[in-house]
Nanobody, 124 residues
């Protein structure tokens, strides 16, 4: 069964950092582009970042450029989102998603498979 599981969310103060992980099971993540998305209460889902299957291409929303970094470790079947200089407006549920055809970085997608999400709260 193909599954994506996010982890690493939590409560952090403004200016702090978190690293989200997106662990894949039931498939080889190296064959897929991965995207990160977020949705805050009462707001539309927002595309945050993506990375191609090879890792050679990535993209970021303007709101997170220079603060967030996406990376992948295909040996661990996992993709990461390093989030630095967090702001209260980054508070949201963060989701990872996978696409294979094509396995190219694209925002907002479409993406075929989705995880259940991880809550990130930035507050003092």
């Amino acid at each position: 069964q193909l599954q994506l599981v996010e982890s690493g969310g939590g409560l952090v103060q403004p200016g702090g950092s978190l690293r989200l992980s997106c662990a894949a099971s039931g498939f080889t993540v190296a064959n897929y582009a991965i995207g990160w998305f977020r949705q805050a209460p009462g707001k539309e889902r927002e595309a945050v970042s993506c990375i191609s299957s090879s890792g050679g291409n990535s993209n970021y929303a303007e709101s997170v450029k220079g603060r967030f970094t996406i990376s992948r470790d295909n040996a661990k079947n996992t993709v990461y989102l390093q989030m630095n200089s967090l702001k209260p407006e980054d508070t949201a549920i963060y989701y990872c998603a996978a696409r294979r055809r094509p396995a190219l970085c694209a925002l907002p997608g479409p993406y075929e498979y989705w995880g259940q999400g991880s809550q990130v709260t930035v507050s003092s």
